[in-house]
């Protein structure tokens, strides 16, 4: 299939075959994440592949996540990483006060997904399946004692990556007008939410599976409707950052 194809029929994938990545294969999907373009070209990430079936089990409880048996599909955990960055200006006696920064940890942050995508997309093109897992923060004191994580590291996400069992629908995104704008913000208006939740209401109504009475505006509600993982800012400043 063309790539854009490709792209444009990206579902997120939750149950994997038996069948195992091959180490080349393995090998590509690294070098494709690692081939993202960096801010600076710091690299501030460092992946872990999962290959413990406990640790792949404590994580997938963490992230409320069970994933088939808990060994199909690979699990990377992308992990945003100044720790490098910090041995590098320590090993010349330098300061490393930059490096505690909020900007400095957006870096590493949007450094850490681009690869991650590099990852999704080169995977998708060569038809494998993957979801992101955001569910590891959900207790990232444990995510950093399963993972040795040092101070200025912070992880961000899991991808599973492996071979599709089953696929979901594609779900219909946003209308172009509304994330599109020409020279200056738009923004959102009533009649484009209207519209989207009529597409988004029949989408999950009528999908294969997991079928609900809701809308894109009610699944926005319920996001908001508590504060979320508000113990981040307490990891973060162990992890050496200052706000
Ligand atoms: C950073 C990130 C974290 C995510 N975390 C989870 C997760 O913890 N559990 C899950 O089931 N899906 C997770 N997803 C997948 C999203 O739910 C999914 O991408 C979204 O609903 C759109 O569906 P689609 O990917 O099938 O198009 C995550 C996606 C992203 C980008």
Redesign the pocket.
Known sequence: MELFETMIQ???V?SFTDQKLSVNLQEQLVLAAQSASSSNFLQAYSLIQITDTVKRRAIETI?K?PVDNGTNGQLYIFVADLNKHAQVLQQQDLSIEHLRTLESLVVAIVDTALAAQSMAVYAESIELGV?????IRNDLVKMKELLDLPEFTYPV?GLFVGYPAEK?E??PRLPITAILNTNTYHPFTPAMLADYDKRTTAYYLERNTNTQITSWSEKVRQHFAQARRSNTIDFLKKQGFVF
């Open positions: 990206h579902t997120s939750r992230a996540f979801c992101y897992v955001g569910g996400f979901n594609v779900k």
